[in-house]
């Protein structure tokens, strides 16, 4: 009598936990019965599902909203496809076809050259970009090339910076110009100047705060620590660098827009290229801003920054 009640049990339960899941299920928009598909994977596979025949308006709007999603942004996205889809012919190889605009958007774009004597280089960026040790990689890539590298920690506001670049600047042999926490930045900044020329240094990389973008003190204070570089060196520095992470999608284009307007940003150093990101969102910078790309950092070691190579992007973004 007992088993009769316990199979009876079981049956009401699943009789009931069918209903539930139909009920849920009541109400869902149906897949759609035609359009392009685009199968799950990089970009390069979305490319070869949806150009693999005779592709029509779907499937060239389709790839659009590939690139979209792989935060290239709308402009950039919509003037590659156009150019691919001009290039375009039956039996064509559509993703080389697509390498190749991505390519051409970066055609001519120069990369981190600096002049003989004493180069000042400015780096900025929001906290979490990887920032410092972008730093520290730079000035092992320097210090790499024969130059006598010292770096400024004019990041006084955040609790560890002066620390933390301290550490990179050790192991790129390069030497830090630092004062205490809480110091005047531009003051900091002055005085790197000064101490590189006096020890026959011919490359300073200075450090700045990174709080958050949005914040207008913050631009304020990027553009006293500039205008101090530039009286200090009586120029302008050789490069304003603004590093971008590779994961943050859309808000990158936000975020150089406003480091743009506020120190004339010479050029972009992308990080965390290691992973599942593959930094679309410099197609966005590139187009929307014009600002190109110049450093990569691939790797969670010192040795880690390369010049930035368009090729080898593009292929990157089609991987699958």
Same mark, same amino acid.
Request: charged content about 20%.
């Given at each position: 009598m007992d088993l009769v009640i316990f199979f009876a049990v079981g049956l009401v339960v699943l009789l009931v936990a069918g209903l539930l899941v139909g009920l849920s299920m009541r109400g869902r928009p149906a897949p *759609? =019965? %035609?359009g392009p598909t685009i199968r799950r994977g990089g970009l390069g596979a979305r490319v070869r599902s949806l150009l693999g025949g005779a592709p029509g308006d779907p499937e060239w709007t389709a790839l659009t909203e590939a690139l979209v999603r792989a935060d290239a942004g709308t402009a950039a996205a919509r003037e590659i496809v156009s150019r691919v889809r001009r290039r375009w012919e039956p039996g064509a190889d559509a993703e080389q076809l697509l #390498? @190749?605009?991505i390519v051409a958007m970066f055609a001519g774009d120069p990369g981190l050259e $600096?002049? *003989?004597g004493l180069a000042v280089v400015m780096v900025v960026g929001v906290n979490g970009t990887g920032k410092t040790t972008t730093i520290g990689k730079l000035a092992k890539r320097l210090a790499g090339q024969g130059r006598s590298v010292a770096v400024a920690a004019s990041d006084t506001f955040r609790a560890g910076a002066t620390e933390q670049l301290g550490t990179w600047a050790e192991r790129a042999g390069a030497h830090l110009v630092a004062q205490a926490r809480g110091a005047d930045p531009g003051a900091v900044a002055h005085d790197a100047v @000064? /101490? /590189?020329r006096a020890r026959g240094h011919d490359a300073l990389i200075v450090d700045t /705060? %990174? +709080?958050i973008h949005t914040k207008q003190p913050l631009m304020e204070e990027l553009r006293k620590v500039k205008r101090v570089l530039t009286k200090a060196a009586e120029r302008d520095p050789d490069e304003v660098i603004l590093v971008v992470d590779a994961t943050t999608g859309q808000n990158g284009i936000a975020q150089a827009r406003t480091f743009l307007e506020a120190v004339e940003v010479t050029g972009i150093a992308l990080t965390k290229l290691d992973g /599942? =990101? +593959?930094g679309g969102v410099v197609l966005a910078i590139r187009k929307e801003l014009g600002v190109p790309v110049? $450093? #990569?950092g691939t790797g969670e070691t010192i040795e880690d920054l390369r010049p930035f190579e368009a090729e080898a992007f593009a292929r990157s973004l089609m991987r699958d």
């Open positions: *759609p =019965a %035609g #390498v @190749q605009e $600096l002049p *003989p @000064q /101490a /590189a /705060a %990174g +709080r /599942a =990101a +593959r110049k $450093l #990569v």
